[in-house]
């Protein structure tokens, strides 16, 4: 259970908007900001997205900042064909309130300024779109990196290959460089990647557990869920719709869920082949000492228990 204060920073998404919608319904996350990025869809819906997400769960007490519109160096792509032209799929959208003075700040200004505020090694980071916002904040201000407890992460694939390349991850793929930057931080980073998230699927009884609960937060999570299946059913394998996003939320909550080992990580930025790539090295000279740990299992079903029973209350 997270004894830390979090921010997260999304790009809005089915699957983030799961994410969010677990958090905001988790009281002992002390939810600092929700900071937006380009990504799934454009930087605008993504920050538009976090606040239908932050409407439907009634915590207008949280921040959303948006932030970087475009990748340090790639174009810009987007997954509109697995999240749909909204980015949430078919959710009806209702009209999100106008951002506030407090959220007229880009995303990096705030990263920026919330963690400098804090003592050394007390805030989590939870990054479950690409990396850009949190590259550049550590460019900008590397003292900002100390002052990071974890940086808990979706990102990457080993044994599973890739899913939006042969061999790359979405949220690496979109931004290979940043992800580099975040990964040679010497932040601790705990990866959720494809290995661990692809265990994680939601069947339709785990979706319909979720929606006898009938509350707005479990109603939306369903028909997130359930066009995620369908896309996945259509586009994919047929197979059930992986949890990506949720799972760096659930192991703040209950790391017990998952199992890790300490690795190394470097990302390709050159090849056109491959770029986006992760390799994962497990053979280190000193594992005691590694920032990086590799989530290689899930309790799928530990996962789901964990989300009925929060959106629930």
Do not use: K
């Not at 819906?45 to 949280?62: E, G, H, K, P, Y």
């Not at 790639?74 to 980015?87: K, L, Q, Y």
């Not at 994680?200 to 939306?220: F, G, N, Q």
């Not at 590694?290 to 009925?308: E, M, N, P, R």
């Amino acid at each position: 259970m997270s004894e830390s204060p979090l921010i997260i920073d999304c790009d809005p998404g089915v699957d983030d908007g799961v994410a969010l919608l677990l958090a905001f319904a988790s009281p002992e996350l002390e939810i600092l900001g929700v900071t937006t990025v380009a990504g799934n869809v454009s930087a605008a819906l993504t920050a538009r997205n976090a606040r239908v997400i932050r409407q439907i769960s009634r915590r207008t007490d949280i921040p959303v900042l948006a932030g970087c519109q475009r990748p340090f160096v790639r174009p810009p792509v987007e997954a509109g064909h697995f999240h749909g032209a909204s980015g949430l799929g078919d959710l009806p959208l209702p009209l999100p309130p106008v951002p506030d003075d407090g959220e007229t700040r880009h995303a990096v200004d705030f990263l920026v300024g919330a963690l400098m505020d804090r003592p050394a090694g007390t805030v989590d980071i939870a990054v479950t779109g690409p990396f850009t916002n949190v590259a550049v904040a550590m460019i900008r201000e590397p003292a900002i990196i100390p002052r990071i407890r974890r940086i808990v992460v979706m990102g990457g694939a080993r044994r599973e290959g890739g899913n939006i390349t042969a061999s790359a991850e979405y949220n690496i793929f979109a931004d290979p460089h940043a992800a580099q930057v975040v990964f040679g931080s010497g932040a601790a980073i705990v990866v959720h990647g494809l290995d661990a998230t692809h265990q994680v699927r939601a069947t339709e009884a785990r979706i319909a557990a979720i929606e006898a609960l009938d509350t707005a937060p479990a109603r939306a999570c369903a028909t997130l869920l359930r066009f995620s299946r369908r896309i996945e059913a259509e586009q994919v394998r047929g197979l059930d719709a992986p949890l990506h996003d949720p799972c760096p939320i659930a192991w703040l909550l209950a790391p017990q869920l998952f199992e890790s080992v300490p690795c190394e990580i470097q990302v390709e930025t050159a090849s056109p082949l491959t770029l986006g790539h992760t390799a994962v090295e497990f053979r280190l000279a000193d594992p005691a000492s590694a920032t990086i740990h590799w989530v290689t299992a899930a309790d799928s079903q530990g996962v789901f228990d964990l989300l009925t029973r929060r959106l629930a209350s």
